[in-house]
T-cell receptor, first 109, second 113 residues
Framework: GNSVTQMEGPVTLSEEAFLTINCTYT??????LFWYVQYPGEGLQLLLKATKADDKGSNKGFEATYRKETTSFHLEKGSVQVSDSAVYFCALNDYKLSFGAGTTVTVRA | NAGVTQTPKFRVLKTGQSMTLLCAQDMNHEYMYWYRQDPGMGLRLIHY???????AKGEVPDGYNVSRLKKQNFLLGLESAAPSQTSVYFC????????????FGPGTRLTVL
């Protein structure tokens, strides 16, 4: 079946640091890939997505590239802010969403 | 545009009590989903619906029932609550295809004592 494995947290960074959260997947078909973000006390919001191999999703300074050869969709941001503190979920959508366990990111001023 | 809304936001139940969680969406989406979120486990799919009048089991359906009598609403029922059902419940909806982006509600925090 489909599954998503993402980097365990928590991750603590200083403002303006570089952030990478690794995500790899297992799927039988050709799924769409997503990163969702959950801010404290809120629901999940779509951060970015990619629907086919080599697509790059980007939003709010975050980027992720759909790599079919390595079955990966790593999330990156070049300079984080305190407001980026949240839980980040990698997910794939073949016929339903499968989520990773989530990575908690804390950015210190 | 309200998107996906959930009621109630919080609820405390005693073991054995029943309750219904309501999800509503105003985006005319075909697909609706119920997930539960537990620490360290991400979100797990409970039940889903591919259109009005349809329901299907997800990954963790035991102890829950659902109904989709109207396209815009998706109800999640707990007939006899257990402490293991203490969780945060999220509803989501997506458009005409199962691979469309899912949009999430704000969640319901349920505690079963």
């Amino acid at each position: 079946g489909n599954s998503v494995t993402q980097m365990e947290g928590p991750v603590t960074l200083s403002e303006e640091a570089f952030l990478t959260i690794n995500c790899t997947y297992t799927a039988t078909g050709y799924p769409s890939l997503f990163w969702y973000v959950q801010y404290p006390g809120e629901g999940l919001q779509l951060l970015l997505k990619a629907t086919k191999a080599d697509d790059k999703g980007s939003n709010k300074g975050f980027e992720a590239t759909y790599r079919k050869e390595t079955t990966s969709f790593h999330l990156e941001k070049g300079s984080v802010q305190v407001s980026d503190s949240a839980v980040y979920f990698c997910a794939l959508n073949d016929y339903k969403l499968s989520f990773g366990a989530g990575t908690t990111v804390t950015v210190r001023a | 545009n309200a998107g996906v809304t959930q009621t109630p936001k919080f609820r405390v139940l005693k073991t054995g009590q029943s309750m219904t969680l309501l999800c509503a969406q105003d985006m005319n989406h075909e697909y609706m989903y119920w997930y539960r979120q537990d620490p360290g486990m991400g979100l797990r799919l409970i039940h889903y619906s591919v259109g009005e009048g349809t329901t299907a089991k997800g990954e963790v359906p035991d102890g829950y029932n659902v109904s989709r009598l109207k396209k815009q609403n998706f109800l999640l029922g707990l007939e006899s609550a257990a402490p293991s059902q203490t969780s945060v419940y999220f509803c989501a909806s997506s458009g005409q295809y199962s691979t469309d982006t899912q949009y999430f509600g704000p969640g319901t925090r349920l505690t079963v004592l």
